[in-house]
């Protein structure tokens, strides 16, 4: 970086991303049980790991109208959270998506925290959506100009000196112009911190509907109830394409939207059945895990700020964790792109005003969480690349409803 960019510090956080999400919603809540000094003070030094940087100096002075933001997350104002999964493939990444130059964020969400802490909404954003990109401003004074495009091109032009705070600040600036909505913080999660933070909570249950190979995102599984480790949820996250169960994918990135919400959902699930959170090794495992591979806002990174959201969302219910997807067709005049629908201008109209957004809850994709010796279901067998998918008992038919 230039002496104009701002410099990244380390600071404290444990925002979402990818599975992160659900952390936001429930982690610090842990240390109001704790009730010690000493548990505060681990938080803090454990979200130290996470690289903070404030990009408010590129987001301009156009930007749609801002709350006055809780000083410690009690009730009172709404926050919206832009929530990014980046593919980088620096370090580690590398061998976990391939070396591959540049980065991209194939996951993008709009976190909405209700006011009254009643409710959470993730509202994904097709990847393909054909939209005005915006100019783009970084740190050394440059500017990148946008165009019309895909919309994940936003977060690529951000990342011209491999910066994910530059990149993600030149995403939050299209969103709000595009949408209207402020966003107060954001968070970028990594390959790697995807896989160690599902990892931290011992997998995840998820209904595989068949068999499916996808080459491209190194996933071999079979169908049936499974555990996935952080590995294989990753690839069944990142898979559009397959060589079989083709039925099951379609090649879209909006097909892997849908998977990926069911994903979060159940890691939700998991977080909340597990209580981590009122577990002091359990907390520090999944922090840890996951911090050293985010990129967020210093107010995310700030244990008294997380304390108070935490608190004030304790008692959230599983049906008001709603995950959707902006309204969308597709675009004849671009093949493999998605246009916004005039439901998708209703949807941030109601985010603006803090109205409920409907769409599928946790409670819609609940799955008990298997016992430890779960028995195979018959005819499901592991996961054989890039990590494993334990068979499980199906307590609640979720397979069969599915």
């Not at 156009?62 to 832009?82: C, F, H, M, S, Y």
């Not at 011992?202 to 590995?231: K, N, T, Y």
Request: glycine letters at 10%.
């Amino acid at each position: 970086m230039s002496a104009m960019r701002l410099s990244p510090r380390r600071h404290a956080t444990r925002g979402r991303g990818h599975p992160g999400l659900r952390f936001l919603a429930y982690a610090a809540a842990a240390i109001l049980g704790f009730g010690s000094v000493g548990s505060y003070v681990y938080l803090q030094s454990a979200l130290s790991q996470v690289h903070t940087v404030d990009v408010t100096a590129l987001l301009g002075d156009q930007r749609p109208v801002v709350p006055v933001a809780p000083t410690d997350g009690a009730k009172g104002e709404w926050i919206n959270i832009l929530l990014m999964g980046s593919d980088s493939r620096s370090g580690a990444n590398a061998g976990v998506g391939g070396a591959v130059g540049g980065m991209r964020n194939d996951t993008t969400i709009i976190m909405h925290i209700s006011a009254d802490r009643s409710r959470i909404e993730f509202v994904s954003i097709p990847r393909d959506s054909w939209v005005r990109i915006s100019d783009c401003k970084l740190f050394d004074g440059s500017t990148v100009k946008g165009w019309t495009g895909k919309f994940n091109v936003a977060f690529a032009n951000g990342a011209k000196h491999h910066n994910s705070a530059e990149a993600a600040a030149c995403v939050q600036k299209t969103v709000e112009d595009l949408t209207g909505i402020s966003i107060q913080y954001y968070a970028v999660v990594d390959f790697v911190g995807f896989e160690q933070m599902i990892d931290a909570l011992g997998g995840v249950p998820m209904c595989i509907p068949g068999h499916i190979v996808s080459p491209e995102a190194g996933l071999d599984i079979q169908g049936g109830p499974q555990i996935l480790d952080g590995r294989t949820a990753l690839a069944w996250a990142r898979a559009r394409k397959a060589t079989i169960g083709r039925q099951w994918l379609d090649g879209s990135d909006t097909g892997r939207i849908t998977r990926q919400q069911e994903l979060l959902a159940r890691t939700a699930e998991k977080a909340m059945a597990e209580n981590i959170f009122l577990d002091q090794g359990k907390l520090r495992d999944f922090i840890t895990a996951g911090a050293s591979s985010m990129t967020t806002s210093p107010r995310l990174a700030d244990a008294p700020f997380l304390i108070g959201l935490s608190f004030s969302l304790r008692k959230i219910a599983p049906q008001n964790i709603v995950f959707t997807t902006v309204p969308f067709k597709s675009d004849p005049a671009q093949p493999g792109s998605v246009l916004w629908t005039s439901a998708a201008t209703q949807m941030f109209g109601d985010i603006i005003h803090d109205r409920p957004v409907a769409g599928r809850s946790v409670s819609d994709a609940s799955t008990a969480a298997p016992a430890p010796a779960a028995t195979p279901v018959p005819g499901a067998t592991t996961g054989t690349s890039p990590g494993t998918a334990t068979p499980i008992i199906d307590p609640l038919g979720a397979c069969a409803a599915a």
